[in-house]
């Protein structure tokens, strides 16, 4: 079945950098494009990024633009976010979830157990 | 971006009981509607997409309705491990966004 693993996650001062991975398994991951979805502690849900099945195309949330780059590699079955510029609002859960389609229809059928960024000096 | 809206925030329900929570768009999106489930510390689990279909595995109590900018999510006779978060989120455009959530509490 499909699983999805994230990792990364821990304390980032406010302006460095950190860098997530989502090891993926369980189903052919170059046909789905697969998207990073976060939420504060105690807050709902909200879509960060997407990129395409074979990393062509990108697109992010307000929030996150300029400084959060969604990249993929194919032959490790691996999704990347690295963060930079981090601010205290990014903290969060991350999860990635995978997309029902090649380009992104956001459709989230499955998803990660999540990995916590706190960003904090 | 289009704006999703839940009600109520909060409801309290027993076993057995049938819930329903609204979720409306700020701009038609046709059927282009998502329901998840999330339990405390759980990330979230897909229950509908296009507005009605469920997903494979999840009980037919479950029931998702509405078009254009009105939906509802439906629970009948709720069972105990239905004592969650709901989100509903629309997939009609960049960006995609959820609705602040419903909490299914035990009453």
């Known amino acids: 079945q499909v699983q999805l693993v994230e990792s990364g996650g821990g304390v980032g001062q406010p302006g460095r950098s950190l860098r997530l991975s989502c090891a993926a398994s369980?189903?052919?991951?170059?046909?789905?494009?697969m998207n990073w979805v976060r939420q504060a502690p105690g807050k709902g849900l909200e879509w960060v990024a997407v990129?395409?099945?074979?990393?062509?195309?990108?697109h992010y949330g307000d929030s996150v633009k300029g400084r959060f780059t969604i990249s993929r590699d194919n032959s490790k079955n691996t999704l990347y976010l690295q963060m930079n510029s981090l601010r205290a609002e990014d903290t969060a859960v991350y999860y990635c979830?995978?997309?029902?389609?090649?380009?992104?229809?956001?459709?989230?059928?499955?998803w990660g157990q999540g990995t916590l960024v706190i960003v904090s000096s | 971006d289009i704006q999703m809206t839940q009600s109520p925030s909060s409801l309290s329900a027993s076993v057995g009981d049938r819930v329903t929570i609204a979720c409306r768009a700020s701009?038609?999106?046709?059927?282009?509607l998502n329901w998840y489930q999330q339990k405390p510390g759980k990330a979230p689990k897909f229950l509908i997409n296009?507005?009605?279909s469920l997903q494979s595995g999840v009980p037919s109590r479950f029931n998702g309705s509405g078009s254009g900018t009105d939906f509802t999510l439906t629970i009948n006779s709720l069972q105990p491990e239905d004592f969650a978060t709901y989100y509903c989120?629309?997939?009609?455009?960049?960006?995609?966004?959820f609705g602040q959530g419903t909490t299914v509490e035990i009453k």
């Open positions: 979830a995978k997309d029902s389609d090649y380009f992104g229809n956001y459709n989230f059928d499955s």
């Open positions: 369980g189903f052919s991951f170059s046909d789905y494009a």
């Open positions: 990129v395409s099945h074979d990393g062509s195309n990108t």
């Open positions: 701009q038609n999106i046709r059927s282009y």
């Open positions: 296009v507005a009605s």
């Open positions: 989120q629309q997939s009609s455009g960049t960006p995609p966004t």
